[in-house]
C-alpha cells in the first residue's frame, strides 16, 4: 500500500517536471517565435557559395566604388494619362527635397533618424523622355538597409514605408500616381509579403488541423490537446532556430521559417494522433491510465522514430547543396521534426494522464470502456493503433478470416477500411498494376514542369506596389532600371572585352569604369581613362531586358561565354548573373542531393524493416508517387494557374518532403505488417494492418496535407506550388500509395517481401 503510494507520488512529480520544462520552453520560445523575422536573410545573393562567378566578381567589384548602393525609384504618371503638367513636375521637385527630412518612427539614439540619414546623396527628379512621367531616383546606404532598428524593423522596410506614406498624402489631390519600386522597393514587399508567416500562417495552418481534429475525435476536449502539443512543439523548434540564427551558426530566410511551422505542427499532430490512438486502444485492455499511456508509448516510439528519423536524414542531406538558402533549410527543418518527435512522446502524455483516474474523461463523449474480455487476451500487438473513431468494445482482434486463395480478412469495427482490405486482398495484383499504371501517367507530365526560374515580378501572387512600378519604369523609362552586369577583367583584356560585350545579342551596351566614376549607362561614352585596381578594369555592362527577367539571365549567360573567349580570368557577376548562378547552383542540387536522399532512406528502411526487397517497394512506390505529383502540378500550373514557371528549386523542396514524409505513412503500415505478419502470416497480416490503422494514418495524411496547403495564404509563388505539390503528393501517398499499392503489392509478393531476412511465426 506505502510502496503504491509512493509510486503514485513519484508518477506525479515526473508529470508536473515535465510540463514545467514544457511550460518554461513555452515562454521562451514563444518570445523567440515573435522575432524569428529579425534573424532573416532575404537577400538571394547571400545564399550563393563563395565559389560562384558572380560572389567573386561582387567581391572585387567594391573596390570600384566608393559607397554601395541600394537604389530606390518613385515613379509617377497623370492618373488621367498624357503629359506631366509643369506644376505637377515642380510638386514632384518639393516632395524629393522634403523626402531627407522625413524622420523615421521607432529609431533609437543609434539608429537613422531620417531618411536622409540612411541615403548616399539628395534625392533628384528625371522627366521622361516621353513627357509623360517622372521618377524620383533615391539611392539608400547598403551597408544600413538590413540593419535592425530599436523596434526590431529593418532601415529599408522603415524608408520605404515612409516614403510610400508621405507620396500618398503629398500627391492626394495632385493628378498624379506614384509606386515605390527598384531594389529597395521589391526587398521591402517581399518581407512584407514574409511577415504573414508569424501570424496569419500559424493561425490558418492551426484552425485547420483544429476542424479536422474535431472530426476525427468527435471531442471537445482532446482536439485542443493535440494542438497545444503543436504548439509547444512550435515554441521549443523556434527557440532553438533563434538561438543558432542570431549567433549566426545557420542562415534563416522567409522560406524556411514559413516551412518550418508547418512542419512542425504537422509532424506533431500526425505523431499525436498516432499516440493518442494507441493510447485509447490500450485503455481498453488495463484499467490504469499510467499503464496505458507507458504500453502506448511503448508501441509508438518505434515507427514514430523512424518517421522522424527518416525524415530528419532527408533534410539534412540538404546539406550538400551549393546554395545557403537550401543548406540552411536543412538543419532548421530537422531542428523542427526533432521538437515535433518529443513534444508527441513526452509532453502530449503528461497531458493524457494529467487527470489520474479520471483522465478517460478527455475522451468525452465516446470514452474508451475498460473491457474485460479484451484484457484477458492480453495487449495489442505493438505497432500503429486502432482508429480514434473506433466504438469501445469493438477492437482490433475481432477478426474474422477466410481461407481462400486470396486470404481475405474483414477487420469488424473498421467500416470502410475492413472493406478496402477485402478488396485489396480479393484483387491484389490488378490493384497494384492498375494504380501503378495511373501514377505513371500522371508522372509522364514531369518533363513539362518549368523550374527554369522566373523573374522578380513573378514572385507575388497578390498586386504590389514595386511590380507596378517597375511596369511603369519599362514602359516610359526604357532601360534606366536594367542593373548592369558587371564584368572585371585584366587591364590588358579591357579593348576585348568591349568588343565582345557589345557583340552579343541582348546586350544594349557596355563601358568601362572611369576615374571620373562614370559606368555603364545606355550610350553614355567613357569619360577619362578606366579605373585600374590591382591591375583589373570593371565593364558595366546594360542588357536590353531588364536584369530579374529570364532573357536577361539568358544574354548574362551568353556575355559569359564570349567574355571568357577572350579573356579567361574574366569575372561576370550583377543580378542577372546571381540569378544564372542560382540556376546552375539548383540543377547540381538536384543531381547530387536526391540520389544521397534515396540511399539514405533506403537504408533507414532496411533497418527498420530487415529487409531488403520491401525497402525497395517502398521507395519505388514513392518515388513514383512523387513523380505522379510533379507531373500534376506540371498540368495545373501551365494550364489551369497559368503560373510563369517555378524557380529551381521548388522540384528539390517537393522531392525531399514528399519521399521523406510520404514514406511515413508506408512506415507506419509496414510496421504494422510485419507485427501482424509474425502472427497470423504475411498475407493475411498486410489486410488486417491496413483495416486497424486505416483511419489513423489516413488522418494523419489529411492533417499534413491540410497543413502545407496552408503555406498558399503566403501570396508568394514559390510557397504557393510548394503547398500545392506536397499537399497534393501527400494525399496520393496517403489515399493511393499507402492504401492501394503497397498493401496490394505485399499482398501478391507475399512472404518473399521479407527477403533476404526470415519471419518468425508466433502463435495467433
Known amino acids: 500500500m506505502l510502496s503504491n503510494r509512493w509510486s503514485g507520488v513519484l508518477r506525479g512529480l515526473v508529470i508536473v517536471a515535465v510540463l514545467g520544462v514544457w511550460l518554461a520552453i513555452g515562454a521562451l520560445g514563444g518570445q523567440a517565435q515573435g522575432k524569428l523575422s529579425t534573424v532573416q536573410t532575404n537577400d538571394s545573393a547571400a545564399f550563393l557559395p563563395s565559389s560562384a562567378e558572380s560572389t567573386q566578381a561582387a567581391e572585387k567589384a567594391q573596390a570600384f566604388v566608393s559607397d554601395e548602393s541600394l537604389p530606390a525609384l518613385v515613379v509617377a504618371v497623370p492618373t488621367a494619362g498624357g503629359a506631366i503638367t509643369p506644376e505637377q513636375l515642380q510638386l514632384l521637385q518639393d516632395v524629393a527635397a522634403d523626402l531627407p527630412g522625413l524622420p523615421l518612427?521607432?529609431?533609437?539614439?543609434?539608429?537613422?533618424?531620417?531618411?536622409?540619414?540612411?541615403?548616399?546623396?539628395?534625392?533628384?527628379?528625371?522627366?521622361?523622355?516621353?513627357?509623360?512621367?517622372?521618377?524620383?531616383?533615391?539611392?539608400?546606404?547598403?551597408?544600413?538597409?538590413?540593419?535592425?532598428?530599436?523596434?526590431?524593423?529593418?532601415?529599408?522596410?522603415?524608408?520605404?514605408?515612409?516614403?510610400?506614406?508621405?507620396?500618398?498624402?503629398?500627391?492626394?489631390?495632385?493628378?498624379?500616381?506614384?509606386?515605390?519600386?527598384?531594389?529597395?522597393?521589391f526587398v521591402a514587399d517581399l518581407v512584407n509579403a514574409f511577415g504573414g508567416i508569424d501570424t496569419v500562417l500559424l493561425l490558418v495552418a492551426l484552425g485547420a488541423v483544429l476542424i479536422i481534429l474535431a472530426i476525427v475525435y468527435r471531442s471537445p476536449v482532446l482536439p485542443f490537446i493535440v494542438i497545444l502539443t503543436a504548439v509547444f512543439?512550435?515554441?521549443?523548434?523556434?527557440?532553438?532556430?533563434?538561438?543558432?540564427?542570431?549567433?549566426?551558426?545557420?542562415?534563416?530566410?522567409?522560406?524556411?521559417?514559413?516551412?518550418?511551422?508547418?512542419?512542425?505542427?504537422?509532424?506533431?499532430?500526425?505523431?499525436?494522433?498516432?499516440?493518442?490512438?494507441?493510447?485509447?486502444?490500450?485503455?481498453?485492455?488495463?484499467?490504469?491510465?499510467?499503464?496505458?499511456?507507458?504500453?502506448?508509448?511503448?508501441?509508438?516510439?518505434?515507427?514514430?522514430?523512424?518517421?522522424?528519423?527518416?525524415?530528419?536524414?532527408?533534410?539534412?542531406?540538404?546539406l550538400l547543396s551549393d546554395l545557403g538558402s537550401n543548406r540552411s533549410l536543412g538543419p532548421v527543418g530537422a531542428i523542427g521534426i526533432a521538437a515535433a518527435f518529443l513534444a508527441a512522446l513526452t509532453f502530449l502524455p503528461a497531458l493524457l494522464v494529467l487527470g489520474g483516474k479520471r483522465s478517460r474523461g478527455i475522451f468525452w463523449p465516446q470514452k474508451p470502456a475498460y473491457d474485460p474480455a479484451a484484457a484477458e487476451e492480453g495487449t495489442a500487438p505493438a505497432g500503429v493503433g486502432a482508429?480514434?473513431?473506433?466504438?469501445?468494445?469493438?477492437?482490433?482482434?475481432?477478426?474474422?478470416?477466410?481461407?481462400?486463395?486470396?486470404?481475405?480478412?474483414?477487420?469488424?469495427?473498421h467500416g470502410i477500411w475492413?472493406?478496402?482490405?477485402?478488396?485489396?486482398?480479393?484483387?491484389?495484383?490488378?490493384?497494384?498494376?492498375?494504380?501503378?499504371?495511373?501514377?505513371?501517367?500522371?508522372?509522364?507530365?514531369?518533363?513539362?514542369?518549368?523550374?527554369?526560374?522566373?523573374?522578380?515580378?513573378?514572385?507575388?501572387?497578390?498586386?504590389?506596389?514595386?511590380?507596378?512600378?517597375?511596369?511603369?519604369?519599362?514602359?516610359?523609362?526604357?532601360?534606366?532600371?536594367?542593373?548592369?552586369?558587371?564584368?572585371?577583367?585584366?587591364?590588358?583584356?579591357l579593348d576585348a572585352v568591349l568588343q565582345a560585350a557589345t557583340a552579343t545579342d541582348g546586350v544594349a551596351s557596355a563601358a568601362a569604369v572611369t576615374e571620373a566614376g562614370t559606368g555603364g549607362a545606355p550610350g553614355a561614352p567613357a569619360q577619362g581613362p578606366p579605373l585600374v585596381v590591382d591591375g583589373d578594369v570593371r565593364v558595366d555592362v546594360v542588357t536590353e531586358d531588364p536584369s530579374?527577367?529570364?532573357?536577361?539571365?539568358?544574354?548574362?549567360?551568353?556575355?559569359?561565354?564570349?567574355?571568357?573567349?577572350?579573356?579567361?580570368?574574366?569575372?561576370?557577376?550583377?543580378?542577372?548573373?546571381?540569378?544564372?548562378?542560382?540556376?546552375?547552383?539548383?540543377?547540381?542540387?538536384?543531381?547530387?542531393?536526391?540520389?544521397?536522399?534515396?540511399?539514405?532512406?533506403l537504408l533507414i528502411l532496411m533497418l527498420l524493416l530487415r529487409s531488403i526487397l520491401a525497402p525497395v517497394l517502398l521507395m519505388a512506390a514513392n518515388v513514383l508517387s512523387?513523380?505522379?505529383?510533379?507531373?500534376?502540378?506540371?498540368?495545373?500550373?501551365?494550364?489551369?494557374?497559368?503560373?510563369?514557371?517555378?524557380?529551381?528549386?521548388?522540384?528539390?523542396?517537393?522531392?525531399?518532403?514528399?519521399?521523406a514524409l510520404g514514406v511515413d505513412y508506408s512506415i507506419f503500415l509496414m510496421t504494422r505488417v510485419r507485427e501482424e505478419s509474425g502472427i497470423i502470416g504475411t498475407r493475411r497480416g498486410t489486410l488486417r494492418a491496413l483495416a486497424v490503422t486505416g483511419s489513423v494514418i489516413t488522418s494523419a495524411g489529411v492533417v499534413l496535407?491540410?497543413?502545407?496547403?496552408?503555406?498558399?495564404?503566403?501570396?508568394?509563388?514559390?510557397?504557393?506550388?510548394?503547398?500545392?505539390?506536397?499537399?497534393?503528393?501527400?494525399?496520393?501517398?496517403?489515399?493511393?500509395?499507402?492504401?492501394?499499392?503497397?498493401?496490394?503489392?505485399?499482398?501478391?509478393?507475399g512472404r518473399v517481401v521479407w527477403w533476404p531476412g526470415s519471419l518468425r511465426r508466433a502463435a495467433p
Open 418 to 493: 475492413s472493406r478496402v482490405a477485402s478488396f485489396v486482398g480479393r484483387r491484389d495484383r490488378a490493384v497494384w498494376i492498375v494504380t501503378a499504371l495511373v501514377l505513371a501517367g500522371c508522372a509522364a507530365f514531369v518533363p513539362t514542369f518549368q523550374a527554369e526560374g522566373t523573374s522578380d515580378s513573378d514572385v507575388f501572387l497578390t498586386q504590389v506596389d514595386s511590380v507596378d512600378g517597375e511596369q511603369a519604369l519599362e514602359e516610359h523609362f526604357g532601360g534606366v532600371g536594367v542593373q548592369p552586369a558587371i564584368v572585371i577583367a585584366p587591364q590588358e583584356d
Open 233 to 318: 512543439a512550435l515554441c521549443l523548434a523556434g527557440l532553438v532556430v533563434y538561438l543558432l540564427a542570431d549567433a549566426g551558426t545557420l542562415t534563416l530566410n522567409g522560406q524556411a521559417q514559413g516551412i518550418l511551422s508547418i512542419l512542425v505542427v504537422g509532424a506533431a499532430v500526425d505523431y499525436s494522433l498516432l499516440v493518442v490512438a494507441r493510447y485509447r486502444e490500450e485503455l481498453r485492455v488495463v484499467r490504469d491510465p499510467y499503464t496505458a499511456v507507458r504500453k502506448a508509448l511503448r508501441a509508438s516510439i518505434e515507427p514514430i522514430a523512424a518517421s522522424a528519423g527518416t525524415v530528419i536524414a532527408g533534410l539534412l542531406c540538404l
Open 548 to 601: 530579374d527577367t529570364n532573357a536577361a539571365t539568358a544574354t548574362v549567360a551568353a556575355l559569359r561565354d564570349a567574355v571568357h573567349e577572350v579573356s579567361p580570368d574574366a569575372l561576370v557577376g550583377g543580378a542577372s548573373a546571381e540569378r544564372l548562378d542560382t540556376q546552375i547552383a539548383g540543377d547540381h542540387d538536384l543531381r547530387v542531393i536526391v540520389p544521397v536522399v534515396l540511399v539514405v532512406i
Open 387 to 413: 482508429a480514434p473513431s473506433t466504438p469501445a468494445g469493438e477492437g482490433a482482434r475481432d477478426v474474422a478470416l477466410a481461407a481462400s486463395h486470396d486470404v481475405e480478412v474483414h477487420v469488424a469495427g
Open 105 to 185: 518612427p521607432g529609431a533609437g539614439p543609434e539608429d537613422p533618424q531620417t531618411v536622409g540619414d540612411a541615403l548616399t546623396g539628395d534625392p533628384v527628379v528625371v522627366p521622361s523622355q516621353d513627357g509623360e512621367a517622372a521618377m524620383i531616383v533615391a539611392s539608400l546606404d547598403a551597408s544600413q538597409v538590413s540593419d535592425l532598428m530599436a523596434d526590431d524593423e529593418r532601415v529599408n522596410n522603415v524608408v520605404i514605408a515612409e516614403v510610400r506614406a508621405e507620396l500618398e498624402t503629398a500627391l492626394a489631390d495632385s493628378g498624379l500616381q506614384a509606386w515605390v519600386t527598384g531594389p529597395a522597393g
Open 626 to 659: 512523387f513523380g505522379a505529383a510533379l507531373g500534376v502540378a506540371a498540368l495545373v500550373f501551365n494550364h489551369v494557374l497559368d503560373f510563369p514557371g517555378a524557380d529551381p528549386t521548388v522540384p528539390l523542396y517537393a522531392f525531399c518532403f514528399l519521399v
Open 705 to 749: 496535407a491540410a497543413t502545407f496547403a496552408a503555406l498558399g495564404v503566403i501570396p508568394l509563388l514559390f510557397l504557393a506550388q510548394l503547398a500545392f505539390i506536397v499537399a497534393f503528393g501527400v494525399l496520393v501517398d496517403t489515399l493511393i500509395v499507402r492504401s492501394l499499392l503497397v498493401p496490394a503489392l505485399v499482398h501478391d509478393v
